[in-house]
């Protein structure tokens, strides 16, 4: 038997997703580099900005999928309210900083 994994909102682009979380995974060994070198500081962190601009380009892709298909097939199946609070919730953890 065999079982197909879902579609998510994401899966038509996953490919690009997971090349910019690659990416992504080699700043942050960059910056591991950087602190074993005795970088600057003030570079150290211009590098973890980097690193948090590319996680929110990130997360805005995978909550534009999963508004257009997550929530469109939650919709037709009665759950709108439901997935409108789930996102609504993530976007607030999102936006939780420091």
Known sequence: MSKTAPTRGYTATKGDLQGRLRRIEGQVRGIERMVDEDRYCIDVLTQISAIQAALDKVA???????????????????RADEMATEMMAAVGRLMKRG
Not at 71 to 78: K, L, N, Q, S, T
């Open 60 to 78: 805005l892709g995978l909550l534009d999928g999963h508004a257009r298909h997550c929530m469109h097939e939650g919709a037709a199946e009665g």
